[in-house]
């Protein structure tokens, strides 16, 4: 039993020196590359919690808004990314020219599908050097709305209002149209529309419509609130209010359009304003008159 396990161990040291690969005359072996996997998964997490401290520790001293802070966490993060895959090649003496073999080998992986990867990691990088979307903004793409609350190396993890949480490539942002509502400011203009039925007194409706965006505290004062005449519609004299609002999510704007439309409605109540609906006047071409009879 102590002979098999002696020539079972004896095997251990040339295992553990097999050279996988020859670079500039530098034998990489198997325990090189173990011993280097390990050092790297160990200062990933090192340089994931010196990153998060100096966000935590440096950055929120200085008056520097959370999409910055992320932006700054993330690059110091890449940078002792880049030091440490330097610092592990240095101590374990293999030379640098190694990424010519792995760059080639990276370009036929890219040449058979990596080039997605590769491209959403680019794209990350342009988002965090522009800022066009930055975590905590509120953005709608394509048919997902919500706020932004993580920027990655290949993905943007958005929370809707649903709680629901979207993972989006980065591409994404850049190939298709983004509406974001919080770019530069959290000041945005929404309407509400009513119709009323024809014969209604429009300068009153423009009074009562002002009315109920003045005693609407979320609602701004400056810019001061518009009603606009739009349209004469089909079944009603259409008017739009205009106003101004600081926005934190979605569902904020939209319960204050609906505290519009209860307020709005209680008004034109008081007022006996009629909010108009869809009339149809029916024409029948008969040759004689129709007659017509009440059954008991």
């Known amino acids: 039993m102590e002979d098999k396990l002696s ?37 990933y997490f090192i340089c994931k919690s010196i990153s998060r401290q100096f966000a935590k520790k440096i950055l929120s001293r200085f008056d520097i808004d959370q999409a910055l802070q992320h932006t700054l966490q993330t690059f110091v993060f890449y940078i002792l990314l880049v030091i440490l895959t330097l610092f592990v090649l240095r101590l374990l003496h293999v030379p640098v020219t190694i990424f010519t073999v792995l760059g ?18 680019i794209s990350g990088l342009i988002i965090m ?16 709305s919500g706020t932004v609350i993580n920027i990655g190396a290949r993905s943007t993890q958005i929370k809707t209002l649903d709680n629901t949480h979207y993972v989006i490539p980065n591409s994404t942002f850049l190939e298709q149209n983004v509406l974001n509502w919080t770019l ?28 109920a965006a003045q005693e609407e505290e979320k609602v701004l004062n400056y810019p001061e609130p518009v009603v606009v005449f739009s349209d004469f519609g089909d079944n009603a004299l ?7 609002t600081k926005i934190k999510d979605i569902m904020s704007l939209r ?13 034109f109540n008081e007022a006996e304003i009629v ?6 006047d029916v024409h029948l071409d008969t040759p004689s008159p129709i007659k017509v009879e009440v059954l008991k």
């Open 129 to 144: 050097i522009e800022r066009p979307v930055k975590v905590g903004d509120i953005i709608e793409v394509g048919d997902v």
């Open 238 to 244: 259409v008017f739009k209010l205009f106003f101004w």
């Open 275 to 280: 909010i108009a609906f869809p009339q149809r």
């Open 184 to 211: 530069s400011d959290d000041l945005v203009r929404t309407f509400v529309s009513v119709g009323v039925a024809y014969g209604s007194d429009a300068r009153k409706v423009e009074e009562l419509l002002k009315q």
């Open 7 to 43: 020539d079972l161990f004896s095997w251990a040291p040339d295992f553990w020196n097999f050279q996988l690969i020859q670079v500039d005359g530098q034998s990489i072996t198997f325990g090189t590359v173990l011993t280097g996997i390990i050092l790297f998964i160990l200062g």
């Open 255 to 267: 319960a204050l359009e609906s505290a519009l439309r209860f307020r709005i409605n209680h008004l």
């Open 104 to 121: 080639g080998a990276l370009a036929i992986g890219v040449g058979f599908g990596s080039q997605n990867i590769v491209n959403n990691f």
